[in-house]
């Protein structure tokens, strides 16, 4: 090989290593920026669920599972009898109580009369109560739980302070919940999510 085409040969390897360089900078600190954005919305997820939690509420659901994030302090019961309501031993010593019927789907079979219980504990006891879907909206209206005609396609509710405080279609944004964060959810878990959020953006509890 003669002196000039060495030479060549050498600026060539030479601009190909500052271009794989380059190259390889540019992609660390595009997924540096990345896992920054990441941290930072899902920060905001974290703090909703924190604040949350810290009231001091013994939260507990009835319907469908409830797609909540793990660290979401919620229980599951069955029926509306005090005993479940109650809890067992190991429901830690709380504040108030919130109530969150989750019926996505609409397969929830409950009555006026089972609304009409829930709704003693909303001006009774001052339970938080939360629903979440629309099929059971027009019994709830019945039942007494509304005093205009809710807007169509309304999928959530939350009613607090005695029935005082009331928000129709609460957590039916999901624009709500961070990009990076609403891209890795499934539709059923995107209302839980988005209930958290307002939860602590309005701070109704």
Do not use: C
């Not at 507990?60 to 979401?72: H, I, R, V």
């Not at 005609?149 to 939350?158: A, E, L, M, R, W």
Request: aromatic letters at 12%.
């Amino acid at each position: 090989m003669n002196a000039k085409r060495l030479i060549v040969t050498l600026v060539f390897i030479v601009i190909l290593l500052g271009f794989t360089v380059w190259i390889t900078d540019v992609f660390i600190q595009d997924a540096g920026r990345k896992n920054k954005i990441w941290r930072e919305q899902s920060q905001k997820v974290t703090d909703a669920i924190d604040y949350v939690n810290s009231k001091q509420l013994d939260i507990m659901y009835y319907g469908e599972d409830l797609k909540a994030p793990e660290s979401f302090r919620v229980r599951h019961i069955y029926n509306f009898n005090q005993d479940s309501l109650r809890g067992d031993e190991n429901v830690p010593e709380h504040l108030g109580h919130m109530l969150i019927i989750n019926d996505p789907a609409g397969k929830l079979k409950m009555t006026k009369e089972d609304w009409l219980e829930v709704l003693d504990l909303l001006k009774r006891e001052a339970y938080v109560i939360v629903y979440l879907g629309s099929a059971q909206l027009p019994t709830m209206q019945k039942a007494g739980y509304f005093f205009d005609v809710y807007p169509d396609g309304t999928h959530s509710v939350i009613f607090w302070n005695y029935g005082r405080g009331q928000d129709i279609g609460f957590a039916d944004d999901p624009l709500i919940i961070p990009e990076v964060v609403r891209e890795t959810l499934a539709s059923d878990q995107l209302p839980v999510y988005a209930m958290l959020l307002k939860m602590y953006e309005k701070q109704y509890v």
